[in-house]
């Protein structure tokens, strides 16, 4: 039964102390998070696996990704372990490193030596990579000068990738690209996009010599759902309510919206709010009902009326957390997410640039 799941990862747990540390994001189920040592947005759970070196094992109830990232910024003896391998994420998937690297030799045909520093000192192209995409393709942006961004820093990151070069490529998410680069003043005209499947991404040579951020054609396809009707329809029932959405939306959603930021930005959004606030929420509902469940003296509501959970996100069950904890206390290590070493320096030091990147 669920309860005797539940006691059994307890007890686990509490044999384990602190040998182990469980991590959680965000959009991990309520049967999951009761159980975690630390639930947070991305860049927050990056930082958590780089914060506890004494733990032995990390289990990371999160998405493939986040549990490379985690790999990559703990210690070496230590061991991360995500509880179900099939837990990964569709926007990342739409880039992989040979279709970047296709793209990085095609830009160099547009764009001369990427490594050469013009007048100004800076190189054509700075490559940014959202923190949603595999270690091989952070490996990929560590050897070309370039970073990692989550969707909290992404604004950051982006002021730094210009200081060093004229143009971005940023991948997966062309959401994420296109809401922050609009916000710092990019004009749309000059964020082409790029589609792996056609020669020079399906511009022409004039659209890429005006370029300053390329964007790769992947989205997410929990956060592609929320539309500017599903806001007007929630500001005619609600008058008063706030729109907070993910960037992950679609540009027109999230011009629309009151305001957007990372999970962890609507989190605070919300606990910073007077009692009797009204909340519509673009992002997913495992976070968006357990909101609502923490703050009863708010109204709190997803945006989408159909319930749209992050269906690899909801992979990992308890289950599969009793399993992983049971065996480390058999002294057996499962599931564990290691990059191999050739991708892990350079991922690592596009990692180590965000983390130093100064707002
Ligand atoms: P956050 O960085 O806001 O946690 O987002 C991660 C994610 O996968 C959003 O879809
Ligand atoms: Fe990936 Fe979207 Fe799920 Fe986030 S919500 S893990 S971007 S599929």
Same mark, same amino acid.
């Given at each position: 039964?669920?309860?005797?799941?539940?006691?059994?990862?307890?007890?686990?747990?509490?044999?384990?102390?602190?040998?182990?540390?469980?991590?959680? @994001?965000?959009?991990?189920?309520?049967?999951?998070? /009761? @159980?975690?040592?630390?639930?947070?947005?991305?860049? $927050?759970?990056?930082?958590?696996?780089k914060?506890?070196p004494?733990?032995?094992?990390?289990?990371?109830?999160?998405?493939?990704?986040? &549990?490379?990232? &985690?790999?990559?910024?703990?210690?070496?003896? $230590?061991?991360? =372990?995500?509880?179900?391998?099939? &837990?990964?994420?569709?926007?990342?998937?739409?880039?992989?490193?040979?279709?970047?690297?296709?793209a990085?030799?095609?830009l /160099?045909?547009?764009?001369g030596? !990427?490594?050469?520093?013009?007048?100004?000192?800076?190189?054509?192209?700075?490559?940014?990579?959202?923190m949603?995409?595999?270690?091989a %393709?952070?490996?990929?942006?560590? #050897?070309?000068?370039?970073?990692?961004?989550?969707?909290?820093?992404?604004?950051?990151?982006?002021?730094?990738a210009?200081?060093?070069?004229?143009?971005? !490529?940023?991948?997966?998410?062309?959401h !994420?690209g296109?809401? *922050?680069?609009?916000?710092?003043?990019?004009?749309?005209?000059?964020?082409?996009?790029?589609?792996?499947?056609?020669?020079?991404?399906?511009?022409? !040579?004039d659209e890429?010599?005006?370029?300053?951020?390329?964007?790769?054609?992947?989205?997410?396809?929990?956060?592609?759902?929320?539309?500017?009707?599903?806001?007007?329809?929630a500001?005619?029932?609600?008058?008063?309510?706030?729109?907070?959405?993910?960037? /992950?939306?679609?540009?027109?959603?999230?011009?629309?919206?009151?305001?957007?930021?990372?999970?962890?930005?609507?989190?605070?959004?919300?606990?910073?709010a007077?009692a009797?606030? *009204?909340?519509?929420?673009?992002?997913?509902?495992?976070?968006?009902?357990?909101?609502?469940?923490?703050?009863?003296?708010?109204?709190?509501?997803?945006?989408?009326?159909?319930?749209?959970?992050?269906?690899?996100?909801?992979? =990992?069950?308890?289950? @599969? %957390?009793a399993?992983?904890?049971?065996?480390?206390?058999?002294?057996?290590?499962?599931?564990?997410?290691?990059? &191999?070493?050739?991708?892990?320096?350079?991922? #690592?030091l596009?990692?180590?640039?965000? %983390?130093?990147?100064?707002?």
């Amino acid at each position: 039964s669920d309860e005797e799941l539940h006691a059994r990862i307890r007890a686990a747990k509490a044999t384990l102390g602190d040998r182990v540390v469980v991590l959680g @994001h965000f959009y991990q189920r309520d049967e999951v998070v /009761e @159980h975690a040592d630390f639930t947070g947005d991305s860049f $927050q759970l990056a930082n958590a696996a780089k914060g506890r070196p004494d733990a032995e094992a990390i289990v990371f109830c999160g998405v493939h990704f986040m &549990a490379e990232t &985690a790999d990559l910024l703990s210690g070496p003896e $230590q061991a991360v =372990i995500l509880p179900n391998l099939a &837990a990964g994420c569709s926007m990342a998937d739409m880039a992989d490193e040979s279709s970047v690297e296709e793209a990085w030799e095609q830009l /160099e045909e547009v764009y001369g030596d !990427l490594s050469a520093p013009g007048a100004d000192g800076r190189v054509p192209v700075i490559p940014v990579t959202y923190m949603n995409s595999s270690a091989a %393709l952070k490996g990929f942006v560590g #050897r070309h000068g370039g970073i990692v961004c989550t969707s909290s820093n992404a604004k950051t990151v982006l002021e730094w990738a210009f200081e060093r070069g004229e143009r971005v !490529l940023f991948f997966p998410d062309q959401h !994420l690209g296109r809401n *922050t680069a609009k916000a710092m003043g990019v004009p749309l005209e000059q964020m082409p996009m790029w589609n792996p499947r056609k020669p020079l991404g399906g511009n022409t !040579l004039d659209e890429l010599e005006g370029a300053r951020v390329i964007l790769w054609h992947g989205f997410c396809s929990v956060h592609k759902r929320f539309t500017v009707d599903q806001i007007d329809a929630a500001r005619a029932q609600h008058p008063g309510v706030q729109v907070i959405v993910h960037p /992950e939306c679609p540009m027109p959603v999230v011009d629309a919206a009151d305001a957007s930021g990372s999970t962890d930005f609507i989190v605070k959004a919300i606990q910073a709010a007077p009692a009797g606030s *009204t909340f519509a929420i673009g992002t997913e509902i495992n976070l968006v009902q357990r909101l609502a469940a923490e703050h009863p003296e708010h109204t709190i509501f997803c945006l989408d009326p159909v319930v749209c959970p992050c269906s690899t996100m909801y992979r =990992i069950h308890p289950g @599969h %957390l009793a399993w992983v904890l049971e065996e480390l206390v058999a002294g057996r290590v499962v599931n564990r997410i290691a990059v &191999a070493d050739e991708v892990a320096e350079p991922a #690592r030091l596009a990692l180590e640039r965000m %983390l130093a990147a100064k707002p």
